[in-house]
T-cell receptor
Framework: GDSVTQMEGPVTLSEEAFLTINCTYT??????LFWYVQYPGEGLQLLLK?????DKGSNKGFEATYRKETTSFHLEKGSVQVSDSAVYFC??????????FGTGTSLTVIP | EAEVAQSPRYKITEKSQAVAFWCDPI?????LYWYRQILGQGPELLVQ????????DSQLPKDRFSAERLKGVDSTLKIQPAELGDSAMYLC?????????????FGEGSRLTVL
C-alpha cells in the first residue's frame, strides 16, 4: 500500500543552522508529494508540494525535490529561524483524493 | 481568508460519555475529511465525504463512531461511548473536488481528553 516514512525526531538546531528532514515513500502509482507544517496549537498547513519527478517545491526558504529514483522527498532549509519551530509532516497522494501522512518530525530551533 | 472552522477546541469527558465535534469546511469545498491525530503521530483518516456521501470510512470504528454531513456542507463526528484510547486531536480538513491541487485545508482541531 501507499505509505510515507520520515525521520524520527525530535530535531534541535541552533538558529541559522542547516536543516534536513528525510522522507521516503512507497506508492503503487505516481504520487504527488507534500510537506505540511503544524505550528504549536494550530492545524496543519501546506508548506510545499511537488507533483512529478524532478519537481522542486519551495516556500518560505524551504525546499524539497521529488526524487523518483530514490523514492525520496527530503525537506531542506539553509538557515533555520526560531519561528520555524514546528512539527513537519511528509505526505503523499496518488489519487489526489486520499492522503497518507508520515508520523511527523518535531523541530526546535534555539537562539 | 477562508478557514475551516471546528468546535469545540477542547473537550474533556469521562469514559462512556458521548462527545460530538463539529466542522464547517471552506465554502465550495465538496470534499471533507475527519482525521484523528494521536500525540506524536501523523493524522490518520477516519472518514471522507464527497458532498453528503461517504467515500471512505474503512478506518472508522463504527461500533462507537459515527459521522454525518447531511446537507453536504458542515459535518458532525460523534463518539459514543468514549473510551480512554480515544484521547487525541480530531482534525477536519476540506479540499476542492476535481482539482488535484493536493492542498488540504485543515481546521485548528478539537482536542479530546477522556478521563
Amino acid at each position: 500500500g501507499d505509505s510515507v516514512t520520515q525521520m524520527e525526531g525530535p530535531v534541535t538546531l541552533s538558529e541559522e543552522a542547516f536543516l534536513t528532514i528525510n522522507c521516503t515513500y512507497t506508492a503503487t502509482g505516481y504520487p504527488s508529494l507534500f510537506w505540511y507544517v503544524q505550528y504549536p496549537g494550530e492545524g496543519l498547513q501546506l508548506l510545499l508540494k511537488a507533483t512529478k519527478a524532478d519537481d522542486k517545491g519551495s516556500n518560505k526558504g524551504f525546499e524539497a525535490t521529488y526524487r523518483k529514483e530514490t523514492t525520496s522527498f527530503h525537506l531542506e532549509k539553509g538557515s533555520v529561524q526560531v519561528s520555524d519551530s514546528a512539527v513537519y509532516f511528509c505526505a503523499l497522494s496518488v489519487t489526489g483524493n486520499q492522503f497518507y501522512f508520515g508520523t511527523g518530525t518535531s523541530l526546535t530551533v534555539i537562539p | 481568508e477562508a478557514e475551516v472552522a471546528q468546535s469545540p477546541r477542547y473537550k474533556i469527558t469521562e469514559k462512556s460519555q458521548a462527545v460530538a465535534f463539529w466542522c464547517d469546511p471552506i465554502s465550495g469545498h465538496a470534499t471533507l475529511y475527519w482525521y484523528r491525530q494521536i500525540l506524536g503521530q501523523g493524522p490518520e483518516l477516519l472518514v471522507q465525504f464527497q458532498d453528503e456521501s461517504v467515500v471512505d470510512d474503512s478506518q472508522l470504528p463504527k461500533d462507537r463512531f459515527s459521522a454525518e454531513r447531511l446537507k453536504g456542507v458542515d459535518s458532525t463526528l460523534k463518539i459514543q461511548p468514549a473510551e480512554l484510547g480515544d484521547s487525541a486531536m480530531y482534525l477536519c480538513a476540506s479540499s476542492l473536488v476535481g482539482v488535484n491541487t493536493g492542498e488540504l485545508f485543515f481546521g485548528e482541531g478539537s482536542r479530546l481528553t477522556v478521563l
